[in-house]
């Protein structure tokens, strides 16, 4: 039904409607577009996307939202891979790649035509976690290796977001038992070297546009407990997905923290 959604006044206006950097698809303004922050984020690949949309659909929102569809569809089969490479089970890749397609969470993303950022740092993300599992598989193949750092790469210039695939890789050798040595440390280097220029980078872009927000009015022990929250936050909302919202404010004063859900976090995350 998203296909017959509108654009929103939401962000949409600002990486469609209005966006002057997407109206030509040419080899100047491609360069142009890797080498601006856009919106308080730098994510040329999305904006070369919307270049491409613009291009072939203009206005119309149609093609915007069908793009949307297709490629969480793709993402879908995606995780559907990736959880067989894991789990070596069809029933159990099954049952996780359907989840991911239904489940209430990723509506914002797929029917918001501002939420291409998702789906495509989501496509590179699954595609380079296949390609070092079959790295791994395949005797250690360099060209694989080579090709899970470029399509994280990608998927770092689609979202910021994808700065915690390194974190990522080593778990999947904790699943697949791989012997943990200095080996597996080396080859996570380039992975972790281009988190950190990404999340500086996105740093960077935040703050040129104030985006980050200016948490001088709460304590210390505020901002542990917005941190540890934030973690029960979307486990909870996936386990149990009802009274969604488009934004979730923080705290507007001290006395909102002596909510049971804010003192219990941190015993709940560290028990965990």
Request: charged share 10%.
């Amino acid at each position: 039904s998203s296909l017959n959604y509108e654009i929103t006044n939401w962000d949409d206006k600002d990486y469609v409607t209005d966006n002057i950097h997407i109206k030509e698809l040419s080899l100047n303004n491609i360069q142009h577009i890797f080498s601006i922050f856009y919106v308080g984020n730098y994510h040329p690949v999305v904006l070369l996307v919307y270049s491409v949309l613009y291009y072939l659909f203009g206005l119309n929102p149609f093609g915007y939202h069908l793009f949307n569809i297709l490629f969480h569809l793709v993402n879908c089969l995606l995780v559907f891979w990736l959880t067989y490479k894991l789990a070596n089970k069809i029933l159990i890749a099954f049952i996780v790649g359907l989840l991911f397609g239904i489940h209430p969470l990723h509506i914002e993303s797929v029917t918001w035509i501002s939420g291409t950022k998702d789906i495509l740092y989501t496509l590179f993300y699954l595609g380079s976690s296949i390609s070092y599992l079959y790295y791994i598989n395949k005797s250690f193949n360099k060209k694989l290796y080579i090709l899970s750092l470029i399509l994280f790469i990608i998927s770092c210039l689609s979202k910021a977001m994808a700065v915690t695939l390194p974190i990522a890789l080593l778990l999947f050798d904790y699943i697949l038992n791989r012997k943990f040595n200095i080996k597996i440390f080396i080859e996570k280097i380039p992975f972790f070297i281009i988190s950190l220029i990404i999340g500086v980078i996105a740093i960077y872009a935040q703050s040129d546009v104030y985006a980050i927000k200016d948490f001088t009015s709460y304590s210390w022990v505020e901002k542990l407990l917005i941190a540890f929250w934030g973690i029960l936050f979307y486990i909870y909302k996936m386990i149990i997905p009802l009274n969604l919202s488009a934004i979730y404010p923080y705290p507007n004063n001290s006395s909102e923290f002596y909510q049971f859900k804010f003192l219990i976090s941190p015993v709940l995350v560290i028990t965990l």
